[in-house]
């Protein structure tokens, strides 16, 4: 079920992505920072970690969970330093990600050369 679960979530976030896409004048960027945004003010709410719990990697895979993490990792940095918390707790929970992304990229912009 959890499989069902993850593929719904995961689809409807894409869904949702390729229809602003298609019928607005919106860029990739800008989706992206929507979702990011619209996953930070879910987790802001309580719903974000249920829609984890709830289906898993299928929320977990999408730009709406950076949102997410970037709100977890804020809201603990608060709670165990104040005020300064929020800023040197932003990135503590997806540091990991960030650094594979750049290595990755790195890499494979060493591997595969770019079409003119």
């Not at 019928?23 to 829609?51: D, V």
């Not at 929320?59 to 940095?77: C, D, K, W």
């Not at 330093?81 to 790195?106: E, N, P, Q, R, Y």
Request: glycine share 12%.
């Amino acid at each position: 079920m959890i499989f069902l679960n993850a593929f719904l979530i995961g689809g409807t976030i894409c869904l949702l992505g390729q229809i602003l896409l298609d019928n607005t004048k919106l860029t990739p960027g800008h989706i992206t920072s929507i979702f990011t945004i619209l996953g930070a003010f879910l987790a802001f709410l309580g719903i974000y970690p249920k829609l984890i719990e709830w289906s898993g990697a299928g929320a977990t895979m999408m730009i709406s969970n950076f949102g997410n993490l970037l709100y977890q990792g804020a809201y603990e940095g608060f709670h165990e330093m104040g005020i300064l918390g929020l800023t040197s707790g932003l990135l503590t929970k997806c540091s990991s990600a960030i650094v594979s992304a750049t290595v990755f990229a790195f890499l494979f912009a060493l591997i595969f050369k770019p079409k003119d």
